[in-house]
């Protein structure tokens, strides 16, 4: 999240050992132009995810007095909501995945606005709690977090503007790429600008895809010369 | 490990939460000059890994025929030499720290060469088995692994030569350092030149360093270089 506005991306990469790789979309988006903008990255165990998201959904459908994603009046319910949703689907499903070992955990990032309040920035922890950005921490990672860090650590501060931002995402992502497996094209982004209402750009990037073909060859060519001019190490053995 | 030899390092942070963060040397040398190199990093638990070494050093007081890191013929029994000494400590001392839920866990990485045969390249896990490094995997690392892995899997091959590898590890823990607090200065680096059966640089880097400083700005400066001149994505927004 920048002053300018917020980017989220997710890859699409499922993995339950190294035998059984597929392609999931790991993004979803509520919008009402004019009213909200709610996008919602996740990661961990799938099914978890998909249950969450399906309990938020059926919410949405459910009597119109109930408080759901699309009828709250502000970022910190939505954190609340899925926070709950995930709660609930643990307490159900976690006991069988423990008696076979599976990892049940689950994190999302929600990012948004909503009418009537700033736009704002969670994560919602497998506990179900969350915890918001700040100035001095105005992005979060969940999944595969630390190869991609450094470059996000070095470039972004609330001043980015959003094409910076939107190639630090994507840097950060091939980053991650190269060094797990587990992390894969496509990648799904979409870029908020602040007091829109509506998303100015989802975009999916394939291995196809020239920009991100483009960027990665470049973003290695320019780390390899930044390398290179590095000064060397006066030592004797030389 | 490169064909033209072997750099290890080591940073000297110590960490038992973030209110108690010291520093201790993390690596060992024991060399003989002309007959072996053998220098081990170590990471995990620091009583661990002090009375592995320990017990290591007393192996070499015993009777002049028991096998020990000075007398061994191969790098793989001095693998086994540590991966031992470690299953040792942890059998005694491992039901004492997991009665405070304690991490007793600690790992090694044993480079250099004994006279006789090549120079290699082994990491011991916490278990105490261990696995060498191969052409397609030259480098090993251990403890706080995942922010400096990028920068390695991008530039080191086997035929990287010494001076690009040394400036490959110290910009690896300075990516390491900027995203995490429990590693940091100083660093300790040694590079074994193949065959050479001595150590060509023993060398200790701290904040005032001038090398280690110069490194850190034009590398910083470098990557936002590099970033700088990335392509914009165009979209509609703009």
Redesign the interface.
Known sequence: MIDAGIVLASDSRTNAGVDNISTFRKMKVFERPGDRVIVMVNSGNLAVTQATLNHLEQGMRRAEGAPNIMNVRSMWEVAELVGSALREVRHRDGPFLMQTNVDASANFIIGGQIAGEEQRLFMVYTEGNFIEATPETPYFQIGEV??G???I???ITAGTN???A???V??SFD?TM??NLSVGLPIDLV?Y?KDSLHL??V?RFDEQDP?MR??RQ??????????A??????????
């Open positions: 630390k190869y860090k450094p470059i650590d070095r470039v959003m094409d910076d939107v190639k630090c994507l840097v980053s190269r060094s870029c600008e100015s750009l975009r920009y483009t960027l470049k973003w290695g060519e320019g780390v390899r010369r930044a390398f001019e590095l000064p060397r190490l006066e030592w004797d053995g030389h």
